[in-house]
């Protein structure tokens, strides 16, 4: 046990990243009907996945993780390996590494994949999924949430510096997420989980939210591209406005739902994800079974949102049952209380 006082948030952040993401495998493009109707409510306990989802039929286990929290864990051992400062060299060796030796890689979404697969052929990842001759890519390409689900771990080792936590968060966008919507969205998640470490006010979490969101338009307009289409920062204001209105749970979703999407497009899930944290008041369990619930890319918007409530909230709120569960599933794999040690020492020395 450490004296380090970053290391429970830290250790709950990834352990209520993970708990959302196990809780949002079998409800993964599901419907919320669907999902009340399975669970008799919120979907706040572990299922195993059935067929019809990705989980399911990729051999995902109840309690087990997917694509999404795996992805967020391998960084984080790449940000300990860098001591704390991830340059694109090292970042892209841990993608490759995660694509090559995690078993949830079969998960890997659409904009990962194109790049992991130019990476693995040596092709110029400027041409990856183009248009015909011109600079324009596939509409998917590069807007999807791969970068915003992964992200937690930059904001873990910065805490309280928003600035700090989307400079780092930028390199993890590069080279497969590089648009304004995705650069924005990442930036939103660790500034949010930066500031969570720091406070237990969800309306400071928020607010960190959303400024990250507009400094990584910035980074974006400096590193990247901005195709056509919705913007993040837009999204993210009409989700909070759903949020601050709402009092019934299942009304809620149902509104996020039809006005904002939880699709893996960044502009539907992370403004979902970060909104669910606000209308949840970052209550643990509220948060993920919220996001678990709300239908379309569950696992990914309750690894968001499960990822910022646990940094805010400290092991000790954390459902202890599902906590359990969770441990004992998936640590042998990747050894959380040694990893949030590790992350809070170069924490400590960035605070």
């Known amino acids: 046990m450490t004296t380090n006082k970053y290391y429970d948030p830290i250790l709950a952040s990834l352990i209520l990243g993970g708990i959302g993401d196990a809780l949002g495998a079998p409800t993964e493009m599901w419907g919320i009907d669907e999902i009340f109707a399975r669970y008799g409510g919120l979907a706040d306990r572990f299922e195993e996945p059935t067929p019809d989802t ?9 309690g087990e993780v997917t694509d999404d929290a795996s992805q967020m864990y391998y960084l984080a051992r790449a940000m300990v390996k860098a001591g704390g400062d991830l340059d694109q060299t090292a970042w892209i060796a841990c993608l490759l590494d995660w694509a090559d030796t995690s078993p949830k890689a079969s998960f890997m979404g659409p904009t990962t994949a194109a790049i992991v697969n130019a990476l693995r052929k040596g092709e110029n990842l400027d041409r990856v999924s183009v248009v015909g001759t011109s600079t324009r890519k596939l509409t998917t390409i590069g807007i999807t949430n791969g970068a915003a689900m992964r992200v937690a771990p930059a904001g873990l080792i910065h805490p309280g510096n928003i600035a700090a936590a989307c400079e780092q968060a930028l390199v993890t966008c590069l080279p497969s997420h590089d648009t304004d919507v995705a650069i924005a969205s990442a930036c939103a998640i660790a500034a949010g989980t930066a500031v969570a470490l720091v406070t237990n006010e969800a ?10 969101g507009v400094i990584g338009v910035r980074l974006a307009r400096e590193h990247a591209r901005v195709p056509p289409g919705a913007r993040f920062s837009p999204r993210l204001d009409l989700a909070l406005e759903i949020a601050v209105r709402s009092t019934d749970d299942r009304q809620f979703i149902y509104d996020l739902e039809s006005t904002i999407g939880a699709s893996m497009l960044a502009t539907e899930s ?10 949840a008041k970052g209550d643990p369990l509220r948060t993920v079974a919220l996001a678990a619930s709300a239908g379309n890319d569950t696992d990914t918007v309750a690894t968001m949102a499960g990822a910022i409530a646990g940094a805010m909230a400290g092991t000790a709120k954390l459902p202890q049952a599902l906590y359990r569960e969770f441990v004992a599933v998936n640590d042998a794999e990747f050894h959380f209380e040694t990893l949030a040690a590790e992350l809070a020492e170069i924490a400590v020395g960035n605070a």
């Open 54 to 62: 990705f989980a399911g039929s990729n051999g995902g286990k109840r």
């Open 270 to 279: 992370v403004p979902s994800a970060i909104a669910i944290f606000a209308y």
């Open 203 to 212: 309306d400071a979490v928020v607010k960190a939210c959303r400024e990250g």
